[in-house]
């Protein structure tokens, strides 16, 4: 078992800035993978990036990686999500989630992992 738990979210002007975190603890593995997603109203929930706890490698959706780091501290088993020049349509829940032993690929579908946070708010003001 696994628990995840975001935070960081708030609200923040447009061309700001906001870091979120998600600490994991139960059993983890060097050869998950974690991710970041968001969910907007009625909107489904959409891949933003993914960061292979091993390697450090990452993988962003299309138009993110401009402006969106993921990055990680294995040894507080924390990930985060740093996020730049923001922008209202930025707006929405975000969570993180992981998928235990990982073969090395990056996963960008919401089944393909097994653990997910409760979720933390960005309100991204024009």
């Known amino acids: 078992q696994v628990q995840l738990v975001e935070s960081g979210g708030g609200l923040v002007q447009a061309g700001g800035s906001l870091r979120l975190s998600c600490a994991a603890s139960g059993r983890t593995y060097g050869n998950s993978a974690m991710g970041w997603f968001r969910q907007a109203p009625g909107k489904e929930r959409q891949f933003v990036a993914t960061?292979?706890?091993?390697?450090?490698?990452?993988h962003y959706a299309d138009s993110m990686e401009d402006r969106f780091t993921i990055s990680r501290d294995n040894a507080k088993n924390t990930v985060y999500l740093q996020m730049n020049k923001l922008k209202p349509e930025d707006t929405a829940v975000y969570y993180c989630?992981?998928?235990?032993?990982?073969?090395?690929?990056?996963?960008?579908?919401?089944?393909?992992?097994?653990?997910w946070g409760q979720g933390t708010q960005v309100t991204v003001s024009s």
């Open positions: 960061i292979l706890l091993g390697g450090g490698s990452t």
């Open positions: 989630a992981i998928r235990l032993n990982s073969d090395g690929a990056y996963y960008t579908g919401r089944p393909d992992y097994q653990y």
